[in-house]
């Protein structure tokens, strides 16, 4: 079974700060892992994700995310946090094709960041 | 080109009745699954089909079962709907090759049960 945790259930930054939000998984075949953004009261938009090609992944609006197997890690980041990057954030796993799995995500509890001007 | 599309996007329904939901997956997607999320909570899969076919399932109990059809458009169905069960459920669709590298998501249909 393949699991996700995000560390912090939420967290605060500064505009103009850093932006690191954090996912470990857990799989017991080679994954693919996504994060998903949710703004209040909407669906869930795709921001990036990794399936097996560069372990540094480029997304959309200024995210990215790198994949660490040694670490089991996919964490977040984003070097300068703009007022519309508040929502909440969901990281997520699937297995790779092949996997009895596939095609299935897991996702995390979320991690809501709030971005003070 | 329109991406997934569900209906209706916000319903209430009393303890004890049934519900459908409706998904209309992005042109040229065969696959869809739907997710049950709880206020405050990730996405949880509930299950995907695929040819008309549910080809896998999560932890969910029989009350809830699906339909596809022919032109890939799915629906969800729970019966006696308990408190539980209010929800926001989410449709997601794909290719069944490549599912990785596209998968949407719809708005969401918000079911209320009182």
């Known amino acids: 079974a393949q699991s996700v945790t995000q560390l912090g259930s939420h967290v605060s930054v500064s505009e103009g700060a850093l932006v690191l939000l954090r996912c470990n998984y857990s799989?017991?075949?080679?994954?693919?892992l996504f994060w998903y953004v949710q703004y209040p009261n909407q669906g869930l938009q795709l921001l990036l994700k990794?399936?097996?090609?560069?372990?540094l992944v480029k997304g959309i609006n200024g995210f990215e995310a790198e994949f660490k197997k040694s670490e089991t890690s996919f964490h977040l980041t984003k070097p300068s946090a703009h007022m519309s990057d508040a929502a909440e954030y969901f990281c997520?796993?699937?297995?790779?094709?092949?996997?009895?799995?596939?095609?299935?995500?897991?996702f995390g509890q979320g991690t809501i960041l709030t971005v003070h001007p | 080109d329109a991406g997934v599309t569900q209906s209706p996007t916000h319903l209430i329904k009393t303890r004890g009745q049934q519900v459908t939901l409706r998904c209309s997956p992005k042109s040229g997607h065969d696959t869809v699954s739907w997710y049950q999320q709880a206020l405050g909570q990730g996405p949880q899969f509930i299950f995907q089909?695929?040819?008309?076919?549910?080809?896998q399932r999560g932890n969910f109990p029989d009350r809830f079962s699906g339909h596809q059809f022919p032109n890939y458009s799915s629906e969800l169905n729970v019966n006696a709907l308990l408190l539980g069960d209010s929800a926001l459920y989410l449709c997601a669709s794909s290719p069944l090759q490549g599912f990785g590298n596209t998968i949407y998501f719809g708005e969401g249909s918000w079911l209320t049960v009182v």
């Open positions: 997520a796993v699937s297995e790779s094709p092949g996997g009895t799995s596939y095609g299935k995500l897991t």
């Open positions: 990794y399936t097996s090609a560069a372990t």
């Open positions: 799989s017991s075949v080679p994954p693919y």
């Open positions: 089909y695929y040819e008309e076919e549910e080809r």
